[in-house]
C-alpha cells in the first residue's frame, strides 16, 4: 500500500504531523509527503517518511502566486500511483482543492477533515470543527484523521525527529548528549508573533546574569537581530546552523525560549522544555508547542486574540511587549525545577 500525506503549509506545521505520518508508517509500505516549500526542511526531518513531495500550493500559502495550470498539471503528474492519500490541514484550510487534483491523478481512497460538502472528492469526511467542538491541538487533529482512516498510532503522540542528529559541541559549548545551555530564538515567521528584540536582549543579559550558558540561534536572514540579542554575553549561531543542526542545539538546551513560531515545535521534538512568548492570534490551546513542559508567557485575552494577524494590529503590541526578561529568567528557572534534564 502506497500512501501520501499531505501538510501543505509551514515548518512547525509539518513536524506537528510527525505522529500521524509514522501512524500511516506503520502500516503503509511506502509514505511519501507532500508539503510546501515553506515546510520541506521539516519534512525531510520526520521519521516515516519514505520521499518527500514538494509543491506550493496557492490555497495554503501566506504570499501565493496565481494559479498556474502547468503547475496544476505537474501537482497532478507528481501524485500519481498513490492507492490512498490522507489530506492535513489546520481548521481554517480546506482539504478539497488539493482532493481534487487528487482525484484527477486517479487516487482512489482520500481522507480530509472537512465541515463543506465533498462530494465525491473525499472518501473519509472527518468533522472536528464548528461550534461548541473546541479547539484541539494540531498534533490530535491530525492523529484522529489517521486513526479514522485505518492507521492508530502505535508509538504515541510525542513529536520526534530523525536520529542522530549533527553533533554541534563545538557550536554550544555543551558536550554531546547532555544539556548545559538555555536557547533565546528570537526570530519568528511573521511580525505578530515576534517578542520585541530588546525584550529578548534584556532576557539574554539577565540570563547569563544567572549563571546560564545562553546561545542565540535564528536563520541567516536574521543575524543582526540575533547579532543584537546576543551582545557580549550569549553564543550567536545567527544564520550557522541547518535545521537538522537547529535541532541538535535544541536537544542540547534545558530550555528554549521561543515564540510561536517552527523551532517552538521542533525544541518539543527533541523533548526540550519550552518558555513559549505566545501571542493569540492563534489559539494556544491548537499551536502551543506540544507534549513537553510549557510555561505560556503573553496575554491571551488582548484584542488580537483569533484575529490571524500577520502584523500586529494593536498599537505597541502589548500581548507580548509587557512580558519582561526577568518573568522569562523565573520561568526558565521553573521549568529547569519542574523537568530537570
Known sequence: MRVLVARMDNLGD????????RAVAARADEVALLCGPRGRA???LLPGVDRVLEWCAPWIDP?????????????????????????????????????LVLRLAGVGWIGGISEDYPGSLLDLRLRLDGPGRG???????????????????????RLRVREPLPDVSRLTGTPPGERGHVVVHPGTSVPARAWPAERCAEAVRLLAAAGH???????????????????????????R??????????????VAVVANTGPAHLAAAVDTPVVSLFAPTVPAARWAPYGVPTV???????????????????????????VTGRHVVTAVQHLMEVAPR
Open 135 to 157: 479547539d484541539i491541538p494540531e498534533t490530535e487533529r491530525m492523529l484522529a484523521l489517521a486513526a479514522e482512516a485505518g492507521f492508530p498510532s502505535p508509538d504515541g503522540t
Open 213 to 239: 550558558r545562553v546561545v542565540v540561534t535564528g536563520h541567516r536572514e536574521e543575524k543582526d537581530m540575533t547579532a543584537r540579542v546576543a551582545g557580549d554575553v550569549g553564543v550567536d549561531l545567527g544564520g
Open 14 to 21: 509539518v513536524l506537528l504531523a510527525g505522529p500521524a505520518v
Open 42 to 44: 521539516a519534512a525531510d
Open 296 to 322: 505560556l508567557l503573553g496575554n491571551q485575552n488582548a484584542p488580537c486574540k483569533d484575529t490571524r494577524a500577520r502584523v500586529c494590529p494593536v498599537p505597541g503590541h502589548p500581548c507580548l511587549s509587557s
Open 63 to 99: 504570499d501565493p502566486g496565481p494559479v498556474d495550470p502547468a503547475e496544476i498539471a505537474r501537482l497532478t503528474r507528481m501524485v500519481r500511483g498513490f492507492d490512498r492519500a490522507l489530506i492535513f490541514t489546520s481548521f481554517h484550510q480546506s482539504p478539497l482543492p488539493l482532493a
Open 241 to 254: 546552523t541547518s535545521l537538522a543542526e537547529l535541532a541538535a542545539v535544541l536537544a542540547g538546551a534545558r
